[in-house]
């Protein structure tokens, strides 16, 4: 049901803001430069651009509140929201009409390609929606789409997907690769688990930062080549690398 309009459109027909899973400021931390550079030895090709020059696009973006707290900690580099509910993007419209010049809201199915070109974005926020497209009935096509689609209009050498789930590092890694390949796609994907907001779980949400590769050349698949991912967080849950092969790096 997570991954039909008609849901939604109906859960969105009395207006509100509701954030799943964490909030712009659980989360501010691991959005800051530093963070999102990592600690990797691949170096970017260009670095980071500041939060106020930043492009940002948010893959379901709900009725959050996730983009306005970002523009007003600083993101002014224009933040670009999709969602499949006509309602709530059309209800995202009308709230924030007074902020287009750093704003957008569109109607867009994630999971039949992005409409945007090549290389548009720093940075891509995808908090709980990977999980809903996870539940459609073609949800092995449509994420690998979803996951495509955000590697090709993010720039290369230093754009990230931000993806917040509550599925952990087994459940969720075989979909950041192509042909069981993390390396396909990413340059560096650091895994960090924050505690679930409610005060009454004990359970953990997880965030994938996945630093684009640095060229635009699939690699070719060595045992060798350099890559990382990297695990922090007090969780003891460990990636199974044998998805991975030897392309992984767990702290
Ligand atoms: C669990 S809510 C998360 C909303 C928001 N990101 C948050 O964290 O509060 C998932 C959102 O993704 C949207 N969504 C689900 N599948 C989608 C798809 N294929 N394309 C675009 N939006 C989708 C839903 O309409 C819903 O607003």
Redesign the pocket.
């Given at each position: 049901m997570?991954?039909k309009?008609e849901y939604?459109n109906e859960r969105?027909r009395v207006s509100g803001s509701?954030?799943?899973?964490q909030t712009y400021s659980s989360l501010r931390n691991l959005l800051s430069l530093e963070s999102l550079m990592g600690t990797s030895k691949l170096k970017p090709l260009s670095p980071f651009p500041s939060h106020e020059k930043c492009r940002v696009l948010?893959?379901?973006?709900?009725n959050?509140s996730?983009a306005f707290d970002m523009l007003k900690d600083g993101w002014k580099g224009h933040i670009t929201n999709?969602?499949?509910?006509s309602t709530?993007i059309q209800q995202m419209k009308q709230k924030y009409v007074g902020y287009s010049d750093f704003l957008d809201f569109r109607c867009?199915?994630?999971?039949k390609g992005l409409p945007f070109a090549d290389k548009t974005f720093d940075l891509i926020i995808c908090?709980?929606?990977f999980?809903?497209?996870l539940t459609?009935a073609a949800s092995i096509s449509?994420i690998k789409k979803v996951v495509e689609e955000s590697s090709r209009v993010l720039k290369n050498g230093h754009g990230i997907l931000f993806l917040?789930s509550h599925g952990n590092p087994d459940s969720r890694v075989v979909f950041l690769e192509r042909d069981s390949d993390l390396s396909y796609y990413w340059g560096e994907v650091n895994i960090h688990t924050v505690a679930r907001r409610s005060a009454s779980s004990t359970k953990n949400d997880y965030v994938y930062v996945c630093r684009k590769r640095l060229d635009d050349i699939p690699p070719l698949k060595s045992p060798h080549q350099a890559f990382s991912c990297k695990t922090n967080g007090s969780d003891t849950h460990k990636p199974d690398t044998s998805l991975k092969s030897s392309n992984t790096r767990v702290g």
């Open positions: 997570y991954g309009p939604w969105y509701y954030d799943w899973l948010i893959l379901g973006c709900g959050s996730f999709v969602d499949f509910s709530v867009v199915d994630i999971t908090k709980a929606t999980d809903c497209v459609s449509s917040v």
